[in-house]
């Protein structure tokens, strides 16, 4: 399974991206998909996740209410959509895809990666 993930970019304080990822298989239409982010300096952390049917979707504090994740199984896709965004946010974005079927916020319980793609907020 290959994950690629795109739409990245340069965004000012407050604007809006949407991030994709897509799955070489139709496989991982029965996982759970998720996103993490490592900031410069930092560890990878979680963002958001989701189940195998585009349900129980879960979140990081510091994204919560301005971060939707949601997927399309028609086109193996799994999509970030990121609004007020915060300098804080800055990082290299990570798609993955989870062991299981269900959504997970654990790191380890995702077993295929993306390459990642940058997020830049400038203030």
């Known amino acids: 399974v290959q994950l690629q993930a795109s739409g990245g970019g340069l965004v000012q304080a407050g604007g809006s991206l949407r991030l994709s990822c897509a799955a070489s298989?139709?496989?991982?239409?029965?996982?759970?998909m998720g996103w993490f982010r490592r900031a410069p300096g930092k560890e990878r952390e979680f963002v958001a996740a989701?189940?195998?049917?585009?349900?129980?979707?879960l979140y990081a504090d510091s994204v919560k209410d301005r971060f939707t994740i949601s997927r399309d199984n028609t086109k193996n896709t799994v999509y970030l959509q990121m609004n007020s965004l915060k300098p804080e946010d800055t990082a290299v974005y990570y798609c993955a895809a989870a062991r299981s079927s269900s959504a997970t916020t654990r790191l380890t319980g995702y077993n295929y990666w993306g390459q990642g793609t940058l997020v830049t907020v400038s203030s």
């Open positions: 989701i189940n195998w049917r585009g349900g129980s979707p």
């Open positions: 298989a139709r496989t991982t239409s029965n996982n759970g």
